[in-house]
């Protein structure tokens, strides 16, 4: 099954796989947030599961902008265009990455005429982790609430395996229980 991962869900909320968020500190209010998705096809929603799509993740996630991932290598040197610097994890976005560095190296190219380009690229890593250490009042629910769940659904599988049971069914002992709540 898909997880997404912690950091890109702490700042997006979003949960499908293949996306590309950029925050856009150096543009104006309405268009910091941008979002690049698979688009929706309904067809491949049966085998995929659904997918909201470049208009769902305007309405649904608060997104300035939204483009099919397709288009980043078309989009985004315009985005990054003006940045005084670029965070973004080396080694983590195999297919992104390239992208990134041509586009911060052709602008530290043309700094020399243009007298402007990202003067550096920094990690997200320890802004974010710091960041998400802070929990707020409805966090803090959110997580006591899991625990409960958890616990419960640990106790109901201690109370209901039997010699002879295999790890597999008491597993779905307990993500039965979770998916009942």
């Known amino acids: ?5 912690s950091d890109f869900w702490y700042l997006t909320g979003f949960d499908e796989p293949n996306a590309v968020a950029l925050f856009l500190s150096h543009k104006p209010k309405g268009e910091r947030f941008i979002l690049f998705v698979l688009p929706k096809e309904p067809d491949k929603e049966v085998w995929f599961g659904y997918r909201e799509g470049v208009e769902g ?3 649904s996630f608060g997104a300035d902008f939204a483009h099919p991932l397709e288009d980043l290598s078309k989009e985004l040197g315009n985005y990054l265009k003006d940045a005084q610097g670029l965070v973004f994890r080396i ?3 195999p297919t992104v990455e390239p992208l990134v560095l041509k586009l911060w190296a052709e602008q530290l190219d043309e700094k020399q005429r243009s007298g402007f380009a990202p003067n550096s690229l920094t990690p997200p890593c320890h802004l974010l982790h710091q960041l998400r250490l802070k929990k707020g009042p409805e966090e803090i629910d959110s997580i006591r609430k899991a625990v409960a769940i958890s616990a419960q659904a640990h106790e109901l599988a201690r109370e209901r395996t ?6 597999r069914q008491v597993q779905a002992l307990i993500e039965q229980y979770f998916l009942n709540q």
């Open 1 to 5: 099954p898909f997880r997404q991962n």
């Open 57 to 59: 993740v305007i309405s």
């Open 91 to 93: 080694g983590k976005h």
């Open 162 to 167: 039997k010699v002879g049971m295999n790890e």
